[in-house]
């Protein structure tokens, strides 16, 4: 192998990305695609030992699976565990605080998948040199929102009440156990959720597992945030 080449290891949840990614890239001269992978535990397994074996690791945002942290969680540990791996993120997630904890973290070459594939070659090459490389659609979503505090904008009754709903105890649940009224837990969790941005349930629960607010979620979340 041309000493030259980039050596890329692909890792996603849909093997149609995958698939995607190896189109795009094959006519490449700069990129050799040494794996792919889907699910967390997969990534994790075939980085164990063998981080040498690649340069870049362009990743979906992979979501939770048993005994597996995804998303946020799972780059953080990647970030820790090898950090002379150079990451491309690739994905739908347009949840601007979770795109500048992404950055926050290190990870400065993120593209979303609703832009052209075209942008999977520069960010690599991005990646690879220590840059930055930004899609349109990230770069437009980053730019036109303020740099988040996260949580750290919640009273500590709010965050008390939404560490309990993503939980998955519900109002009347909380209610019961802060020996507050039902229209108390409602309210604080109301204005929780303005504070932080976000309009639905599925996206603040979507939005505590990404930020590592819990480590893992409820069978009945996973898919409601699956399906997010």
């Not at 996603?12 to 990614?21: M, T």
């Not at 019961?176 to 309210?187: A, C, F, G, P, Q």
């Amino acid at each position: 192998m041309n000493n030259e080449m980039i050596r890329l290891l692909v890792a996603d949840d849909h093997p149609v990305v995958c698939a995607g990614i190896r189109q795009t890239l094959f006519a490449s001269h700069g990129v050799s695609i040494v794996d792919s992978v889907q699910g967390p535990a997969r990534l994790l397994e075939r980085l164990e030992g063998h981080d040498q074996d690649f340069d870049v690791l362009l990743s979906g945002y992979i979501l939770p699976a048993a005994g597996h942290s995804g998303g946020l969680s799972l780059f953080q540990l990647i970030r820790r565990k090898y950090p002379n791996l150079n990451i491309v993120v690739l994905t739908m997630q347009e949840n601007p605080s979770i795109l500048h904890a992404l950055a926050s973290s290190g990870i400065s070459c993120i593209l979303s998948k609703r832009d052209p594939l075209s942008h999977l070659l520069p960010a690599i090459q991005g990646a690879m040199a220590k840059g930055r490389y930004l899609s349109p659609r990230i770069a437009t979503l980053m730019n036109n929102s303020p740099r988040s505090a996260g949580f750290g904008v919640l009273s500590p009754r709010e965050l008390e009440v939404v560490r309990l709903f993503v939980s998955g105890l519900k109002v009347n649940e909380i209610a019961e156990r802060l020996h507050r009224s039902k229209k108390t837990i409602s309210t604080q969790k109301s204005t929780a959720m303005q504070k932080l941005g976000l309009e639905r349930d599925a996206e603040l629960i979507r939005y505590s597992i990404e930020m590592g607010l819990l480590e893992h979620c409820m069978p009945v979340q996973l898919e409601e945030y699956a399906k997010a």
